[in-house]
């Protein structure tokens, strides 16, 4: 079956640091990934997604990469803020509107 | 994308008790998904409701504690029946629309 590991967190980083959130997968098919977050008190948002292989996702500031031949799927961000702070999800689904299988979660604080 | 309602936001209630939530999408969706996100851990799906079918459910979610009700194309609801401390979670429901799912802001649900 589907399933996706997460890097453990919680993370903690300075303002303007370098963020990576590493995220691989196992999937049957070609799954579609996903990075959503979930601010604090609040549900979750869609930040960034990729379809295929090579596809590059990315919002306000984040990128992620579909790399088939690695089955990851890592989140980065060249200078993070405190405002970046939350919890961040990897996801995929199959064919789109599947179930989406998520990783456990990563909780990332950013001090000034 | 889709804006997603959920009632209520929060709610303490006693052991033994039911506790209805509401979900309402602003645009009509035929596959609609309710999750359970534990304190501290990831989303687990309980069920898929789709319109005009019986939902189904997930290992471990039995429709007789997690009824689900979808009677049109942008409203659904799930009752958490009989709930002990253990039900204590956020409930969150998602359409899925274009490929991507959205999620409502949750319900927080705590049981004493």
């Known amino acids: 079956g589907n399933s996706v590991t997460q890097m453990e967190g919680p993370v903690t980083l300075s303002e303007e640091a370098f963020l990576t959130i590493n995220c691989t997968y196992t999937?049957?098919?070609?799954?579609?990934l996903f990075w959503y977050v979930q601010y604090p008190g609040e549900g979750l948002q869609l930040l960034l997604k990729?379809?295929?292989?090579?596809d590059k996702g990315s919002n306000k500031g984040f990128e992620a990469t579909y790399r088939k031949e690695t089955t990851s799927f890592h989140l980065e961000k060249g200078s993070v803020q405190v405002s970046d702070s939350a919890v961040y999800f990897c996801?995929?689904?199959?064919?789109?509107?599947?179930?989406?299988?998520f990783g456990t979660g990563t909780r990332l604080t950013i001090i000034p | 994308s889709a804006v997603i309602s959920q009632k209520p936001s929060r709610d303490i209630c006693q052991r033994g008790t039911s506790l209805t939530i509401q979900c309402q999408v602003d645009s009509q969706v035929t596959m609609m998904f309710w999750y359970r996100q534990q304190p501290g851990q990831s989303l687990t799906l309980i069920a898929t409701?789709?319109?005009?079918?019986?939902?189904?459910?997930e290992s471990g979610f039995v429709i007789d504690k997690f009824p689900i009700s979808r009677p049109n194309l942008t409203f659904s609801t799930l009752t958490v029946s009989n709930m002990s401390p253990e039900d204590s979670s956020i409930y969150l429901c998602s359409v899925a629309t274009q490929n991507i799912q959205y999620f409502g802001a949750g319900t927080r649900l705590s049981v004493l």
């Open positions: 409701a789709n319109q005009g079918s019986e939902a189904t459910y």
């Open positions: 999937a049957t098919g070609y799954p579609s």
């Open positions: 996801a995929l689904s199959n064919f789109g509107n599947e179930k989406l299988t």
């Open positions: 990729a379809t295929k292989a090579d």
